[in-house]
């Protein structure tokens, strides 16, 4: 997708309206009234509550119970840990929840307490970032996570020419998506490995999803010379990177996955001539209708079931690359700023 400048202005300021929107309606734990019987409620557990992102992803999820005549309540950490998040599955499997859809900190230590969930007659799916596949009925998948990982080392080999080190910022060590993506970077390098002879992956750092720890790690990175592009496949990261290479005046670029109403000024600056975005609202959105699916039994979460999305229409369960099942919501969109990137 190509914008020229008036139309990239136009959306970034729709987009805003959206997300802040979404920001100020998203209920966190704190405001919701607890209840001991949740069995009227799906419930959505972000990574961390401050996450722009995983409130946008709320407010689809908030949009669908809405939809279906269902409660629905939205639980998150502080800090982004899978500890914190089973104490949540813990308190929710006692108050009988619904359903519960988590973006995961961690794949596997949330097993044991999903597993008590679905053992209880409790729907549990992942979205976002997953949790193993014995411990959810079905993912739902915001994109191909192969494209995803492939593109961002295609930009990043446009935006050095091929020549010069790539450094990743990642959200934490754990992260199911993040470490996904990864892997396929990792494995367009290998894979095609004349082409980026020049463009060795230098570092990994870590941002834990929280904007200071994110710009105070792009600093680090910016002080190494054999880093020229850096990639940043987390909204808070991207944003943290950008923050930190605009106020050094570094000639490190960047891309990575954000969100445009965060990102815009740092497109337009050349900063970040491209990145690649989804709709947080629908992955949401399609999550509260999965669990819905499931509840009523229409689906059992297999490969080749489908069930009715509302808006987003009918949607098929299929084979995931783990081995579970996913559904997919949409497909990778890029924002590029044509004055510093003219590829493709
Ligand atoms: C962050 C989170 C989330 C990821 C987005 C792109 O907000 O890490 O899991 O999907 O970035």
Redesign the pocket.
Known sequence: MRFNAKGLAVMLCLTALCVFTAAGCARNDAQVAQTDDLSDTYVFIG?NIQ?P??QSVYEGFENACGEIGVKALYKAPDAITPQKQIEIINSLVENNAAGIAV?ANDENSLTEALQKAMNQGIKVISL??AVSKDARLTHVQ?VNPEEVGRELIKAAYDLTGGSGGIAILS?TTQ?T??NLWIDYMKRELEENHDKYASMPLVTIAYGD?DLTKSISETEILLKNPDVKVIIA????GIQGAAQAISASGSDVKLTG?GMSNQMGEYIDSGVCPVMFTWDPVEIGYLAGYTLDALAKGSVTGAAGESFDAGNLGKKMVSSAADGGTEVIVGSLTSIKNPEFYDYN
């Open positions: 990574k996450n992102y995983m973006a976002d970032s915001q959200s992260a998506n993040q999803d496949p987390t909204a808070v996955i």
